[in-house]
């Protein structure tokens, strides 16, 4: 089951000025490691086969929309620029169908703002209208499931508040960052991406003693997350989170 991943900073989504700005305040090697490696492709393309069967045969049940919204995400984490973009209004589509069926559903409101930060990535204009949307449906979807994903909704605000420009450019908020990822972090403490993400914030604000206290949970985390979160859909995750725990020890100097 593909699961969000966005440890990135949001210089993932937004385009031409903003993406020169936010790179100027983060170190580069940071935004080459924001892509899950293209190697597992196969992996997303058969989710998303496999997604399109199921609705097929029930194009009415709102479980198999937001999944296929979810698949749609993923996949589109292997493409770039035409192809992502189609991709990611497709899954914008469907969720928002979905919604018209279940207004309240918080998968629906998940995966529509991940599509969403999808095409954000691809577009020149509009990118900041979408950011906004995608705070929105975030915070439905933290409201009516805070444990959805493991914590998706609100890792997701974290990451968010903290990478976006601050207003009146956008809705960037760093205190609105910290509780968010530490709340994600509370609720599913036992997932590698939160406790990544966690550190990788701290890093960058400068805070390397907490970030230290922090790191000597890391290596349990990973290694239970290897047997608990098994199948090849969970391949892609494991690769980079693994580089991922490498580059934060290798900065923390461990």
Not at 177 to 188: E, I
């Amino acid at each position: 089951m593909a699961t969000s991943n966005w440890h990135g900073t949001l210089a993932r989504w937004l385009p031409g000025g903003i993406l020169c700005l936010l790179l100027s305040l983060s170190p580069a090697s940071e935004h080459q490691k924001t892509a899950l490696s293209p190697k597992f492709v196969a992996i997303a393309e058969k989710g998303l086969m496999e997604a399109r069967r199921a609705l097929a045969t029930t194009p009415e049940d709102v479980e198999r929309i937001w999944q296929l919204g979810r698949a749609l995400y993923f996949r589109a984490e292997f493409t770039t620029g035409k192809e992502r973009g189609e991709l990611a209004e497709e899954g914008i589509a469907v969720c928002e169908s979905g919604l018209a069926r279940v207004p309240d559903s918080a998968e629906c409101h998940y995966y529509l703002a991940m599509n969403q930060g999808q095409l954000a990535r691809e577009k020149l204009w509009g990118a900041l209208g979408l950011v906004r949307a995608m705070r929105d449906h975030l915070r439905l979807a933290a409201l009516a499931k805070p444990k959805l994903d493991h914590a998706g909704p609100d890792r997701c605000l974290g990451l968010l508040f903290r990478d976006a420009p601050g207003w009146p450019v956008s809705v960037g908020d760093g205190k609105a960052a910290v509780v968010h990822l530490d709340r994600a972090y509370s609720l599913a403490s036992d997932y590698p991406e939160n406790l990544l993400v966690l550190l990788e914030s701290r890093l960058k604000r400068g805070d390397r003693k907490a970030a230290k206290i922090l790191m000597s949970q890391g290596g349990a985390v990973l290694e239970k997350a290897k047997l608990i979160l098994e199948g090849p859909h969970w391949e892609p995750y494991h690769h980079d989170w693994a580089a991922r725990w490498k580059d934060i020890r290798a900065r923390l100097g461990d």
